[in-house]
């Protein structure tokens, strides 16, 4: 199952090991879309768990959870994209950018 934050380039193990605490909640209380194992981790509590997961509601709840947020990124990143496309053509692309440009390099 992939997970929103488990990992990113360049950050240590030392950090990853420091956060996963404050990772763990987020995924499992605040976002809803992972679930903890606990502290029994025989074979059958996680079987138990897995089966939940893939299956049961608990499940459910976390795939629904889990589009929502997909949702809610691919809205971010268009806007984002559509933010950075209006910079680039107000500041680079400007015609007063353009103007002093073409005064320097005379």
């Known amino acids: 199952m992939d997970t929103p934050v488990d990992w990113a380039p360049g950050m240590s193990k030392e950090m990853r090991l420091k956060d996963f605490p404050t990772f763990l909640r987020y995924k499992c209380v605040e976002w809803g879309v992972a679930m903890e194992v606990g502290d029994d981790v025989r074979r059958e509590a996680v079987e138990a768990r897995i089966r939940e997961a893939m299956g049961g509601d608990k499940g459910k709840e976390m ?44």
Do not use: F, Y
């Open 63 to 106: 795939a629904r959870r889990a589009a929502e947020w997909k949702e809610a990124a691919a809205g971010s990143a268009a806007r984002s994209l559509a933010n950075l496309d209006r910079l680039i053509n107000d500041v680079l692309l400007s015609p007063a950018r353009s103007a002093a440009h073409s005064k320097w390099l005379q």
